[in-house]
C-alpha cells in the first residue's frame, strides 16, 4: 500500500474569485470584534474556496495489471441534492481459485477509498491481494479526485451517496456486491464511516486515520499548518467552513462521520478504527470518539509510534485488515499495537 497525501494540500492565494464569510452572530462574536481585519478575511475566503476544489487535474500514474473492467457511474443529478459527475473506479475481480482456499467469512465485494488528493491507483497493489483472496476489489476514484468529474468534494456529503450508486451499478451488472467490506484512509475513511452508517449493504469497514468531521478537523488543521494564524478565532474558522459547504452545496453538520455513525437509524456495520497514536494531523481523539459514537459493533486498534502516513503502512496493519475483511475478528489485535 502506498502512502496517501495528508489530510488537506492548499495553496492559498486569491487568483481566482473569493466566497462571502457568513457573517458571525452576536452569540458567537462575543468579545471579537465584528469585522475581521483584511487579511484574515482574504485567508478565511481562500481557505473557504480550497476546502472544496476538487483534486482531479493531475491525475496519479496509473497501472492496470490483473485489471479486469473499467466501472464508469454517473453519480447524483437531479432529485438527489447533489450535483451530477460521473465516477471511474477499477474492478478486480476475485480469483476463483485461491491457494490455501477463501475465507469462509470473507467479505465478497470490497470497496477500496483513497486520501484527500489521491487516487485508486494507489489501491491498487491492495487490489491485487485482495482479489488473489477470493474478494472483488473495487477501486474509486471518489468526486473531483483522480479519472472523476466534480466541481466540488463534499467529504462524504456528495461522496456517501455516491458510493451508494457505485454498488448499485456493480449490481445492475451481476457483479454481487454480495456482503460489503470497504478499506479506507484519512479522507476516505471519513467518507467509509459515513456510508456504513448509511447503506445497510455495508458489512465491514476498515477506517485508517479517520477524523469525526469536517467542522472538527478544520481548526485543528489551520493551527498545525499555519501557526501565524494562531489568534484567528475557532468561531471565524467556522464560518470559513459553512462558506466552503454553501458554496459547494452541501449542509456542513452533514460531513460528520460521528453524526451519522450516532444516528438512530445507522448501519449495522463492523468498523476497525485504525489510528496512528502519535497522529500529528487527525489526533488519535477522533478515533476514540467515533469508535464510542459506533459503539458495540466497532473497535479501535492503536498502533504505537505511529504518525498520520505511518498507520498507513506495516505489517499489523496488513494482518489487520485482512482479517477484518475475511471476517476473522478474533485474529484482529485488541486495544494498542506496536511493530
Avoid at 489521491?118 to 483522480?146: F, P, W
Avoid at 454498488?167 to 484519512?186: N, Q
Avoid at 444516528?263 to 467515533?290: K, M, S, T, W, Y
Wanted: with cysteine; aromatic share 6%; hydrophobic share 45%.
Amino acid at each position: 500500500m502506498r502512502a496517501v497525501v495528508p489530510l488537506f494540500a492548499l495553496a492559498l492565494a486569491c487568483s481566482e474569485p473569493s466566497v462571502e464569510l457568513p457573517p458571525a452572530s452576536p452569540a458567537a462574536r462575543g468579545d471579537a470584534p465584528a469585522e475581521l481585519a483584511g487579511d484574515a478575511r482574504r485567508f478565511l475566503e481562500d481557505l473557504a474556496r480550497q476546502l472544496v476544489r476538487p483534486r482531479n487535474g493531475r491525475p496519479r500514474p496509473e497501472t492496470t495489471e490483473r485489471l479486469d473492467h473499467t466501472l464508469r457511474v454517473v453519480a447524483g443529478g437531479p432529485g438527489t441534492g447533489r450535483a451530477s459527475a460521473a465516477l471511474e473506479a477499477w474492478v478486480f475481480e476475485a480469483w476463483t481459485e485461491v491457494s490455501g482456499g477463501r475465507a469462509p467469512n470473507a467479505a465478497d465485494t470490497v470497496l477500496l477509498l483513497h486520501g484527500l488528493g489521491d487516487s485508486k491507483a494507489s489501491m491498487a497493489g491492495l487490489a491485487r491481494r485482495l482479489q488473489s483472496r477470493g474478494m472483488r476489489a473495487v477501486a474509486v476514484d471518489l468526486r473531483g479526485h483522480g479519472r472523476s468529474e466534480g466541481d466540488h468534494i463534499g467529504y462524504g456529503a456528495f461522496e456517501a451517496p455516491d458510493l451508494s450508486q457505485v454498488l448499485d451499478a456493480l449490481a445492475a451488472e451481476g457483479r454481487g456486491p454480495g456482503k460489503v467490506g470497504v478499506y479506507a484512509a484519512s479522507y476516505g475513511a471519513h467518507v467509509a464511516a459515513q456510508l456504513a452508517a448509511r447503506d445497510a449493504r455495508v458489512d465491514r469497514v476498515v477506517a485508517v486515520g479517520a477524523y469525526r468531521s469536517l467542522r472538527a478537523t478544520v481548526p485543528e488543521f489551520v493551527a498545525l499548518r499555519y501557526p501565524e494564524r494562531a489568534g484567528l478565532a475557532e468561531q471565524e474558522i467556522q464560518r470559513a467552513v459553512t462558506a466552503a459547504a454553501g458554496l459547494a452545496g452541501f449542509d456542513a453538520a452533514e460531513a460528520s462521520a460521528e453524526r451519522w455513525l450516532s444516528a438512530p437509524e445507522a448501519g449495522p456495520a463492523r468498523v476497525l478504527f485504525v489510528h496512528g497514536a502519535e497522529d500529528e494531523v487527525v489526533p488519535i481523539a477522533h478515533a476514540e470518539r467515533l469508535a464510542g459514537a459506533c459503539g458495540a459493533p466497532c473497535r479501535l486498534l492503536r498502533l504505537e509510534g505511529k504518525d498520520h502516513l505511518g498507520s498507513m503502512h506495516g505489517p499489523v496493519l496488513r494482518a489487520a485488515l485482512l482479517a477484518w475483511l475475511e471476517g476473522r475478528w478474533d485474529d484482529v489485535p485488541e486495544g494498542a499495537a506496536t511493530e
